[in-house]
């Protein structure tokens, strides 16, 4: 087992990573954490407030800044790596910076990784594979070839490749998991969930791409928290594992649901122009992770879980109404 004293979270300002510090400050005793974020449009600070200042230690700055993340690493002893460009959409209007922070800055993680011999865990996507036909009796498994979709997707599993060999070459301490779509507080309201929770919100009309009909197997963020640590203690390294939690629902369904919840008529949405290229379905087998290191999601109950959710961006309005009508207006140019 592995106990990490003086951790580094690369993207602990965005939505998982700052759940995650939250999630181990709440459940760890004895461990130190730096968040190196560089506040890019998705990292937030106030993603990070009420965290205990002696435990938790902010530095603002790029993954790609060698000097900086090999000063960071020369005083830690292990990394998990959330930084990354995110969004599907954003990355097909522009990849550039997903190259760059996406497989360049895994890059430069893993070469000080190595220099200052650290535990690094590699957060990456179930997308990585590819998608699945609605009525393939498959899921995505350890096993499945990587066939990624998009350029956010592409970059992910350029990022994967990059740890995978770093390992085998260069003997690092890695694990990597591939997890499917969380939701939760603090989500980036360009993301399906929160955009249409909030587009109620301000009283804008939800919008669904295609035919609503699209996959998603959705698992609360605290899940995933909960199984990063479990990986990043007790995994095997060299290993890949599979995070999810059974939570396949339709795009459609889980409107229906947020409508139904803020006291809505499930039909008061717009269909929109589709995603180019947009993955059918995501479907995640976590049987490697459920029985190997007795993980189990204890937050599988959906609609408390939306509930949940729906209240957080109720009562934090001044964390995202600055920036609706600019992520709006984005969306207006393509739907
Ligand atoms: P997010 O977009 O909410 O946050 C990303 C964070 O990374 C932000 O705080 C941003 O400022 C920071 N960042 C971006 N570029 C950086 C750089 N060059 N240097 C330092 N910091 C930088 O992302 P998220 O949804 O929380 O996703 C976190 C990780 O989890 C990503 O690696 C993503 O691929 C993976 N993931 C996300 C999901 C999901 O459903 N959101 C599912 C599976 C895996
Ligand atoms: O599967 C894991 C991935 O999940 C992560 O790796 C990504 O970082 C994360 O962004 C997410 O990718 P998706 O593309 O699945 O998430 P997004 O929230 O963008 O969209 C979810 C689904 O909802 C997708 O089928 C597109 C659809 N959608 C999205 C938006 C923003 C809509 O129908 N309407 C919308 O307004």
Redesign the pocket.
């Known amino acids: 087992m592995f106990v990490p004293k003086k951790l580094i979270v ?8 700052s759940n995650f510090v939250h999630w181990v400050i709440q459940n760890v005793d004895d461990v130190e954490i730096t968040v ?5 449009y ?2 937030n600070l106030e993603n990070l407030k009420g965290l205990p200042e002696d435990r938790v230690k902010f530095v603002h ?4 800044d060698k000097g900086l993340v090999e000063e960071l690493f020369s005083r830690a002893d292990s990394c998990v790596h ?6 599907n959409d954003n990355s097909i209007n522009d990849p550039e910076p997903f190259v ?2 996406n497989v360049r ?1 895994t890059y430069v993680l893993l070469q000080a990784a190595r220099r200052f011999n650290l535990r690094f865990h590699h ?4 997308e990585v594979y590819g998608d699945l036909a609605l009525d393939d009796p498959n899921k995505f498994t350890e096993n499945t070839p990587y066939n990624p979709s998009s350029p956010y997707s592409s970059t ?1 599993a350029a990022s994967d490749m990059l740890v995978r060999a770093w390992h085998r070459t260069y003997g690092i301490m890695s694990t990597i998991s591939n ?4 939701y939760g507080p603090r ?2 309201i360009e ?1 399906f969930i929160p955009r249409q929770i909030t587009n109620i919100l301000v009283g804008i009309k939800p919008k669904l791409y295609g035919d609503g009909l699209n996959v998603r197997d959705w698992i609360h963020v605290d899940d995933h928290s909960s199984a990063v640590w479990k990986i990043l203690t007790k995994g095997r390294i060299g290993e890949t594992y599979l995070v999810g939690a059974n939570g396949e629902r339709s795009n459609k369904e889980v409107l229906r649901i947020i409508l139904s919840l803020m006291g809505k008529s499930e039909d008061d949405f717009e269909w929109v122009r589709d995603r180019p290229g947009h993955d059918r379905r995501y479907a995640i087998d976590s049987t490697k992770l459920r029985t190997e290191l007795h993980w189990n999601p204890t937050k599988s109950k959906f609609e408390e879980g939306l509930k949940d959710t729906i209240s957080w961006y109720v009562d934090n309005r001044s964390l995202w109404m600055g920036q609706k009508d600019c992520v709006e207006k984005k969306y207006s140019l393509s739907e």
Do not use: P, R, V
Not at 61 to 64: H, P, R
Not at 82 to 87: D, G, I, L, R, V
């Open positions: 690369t993207g602990g300002a965005g939505f998982i990573g190196l974020d560089a506040l890019t998705a990292g700055g790029n993954i790609c959330f930084a990354a460009e995110t969004h760059e922070t800055g957060i990456s996507t179930d992910k997890c499917s779509n969380n989500q980036h993301k």
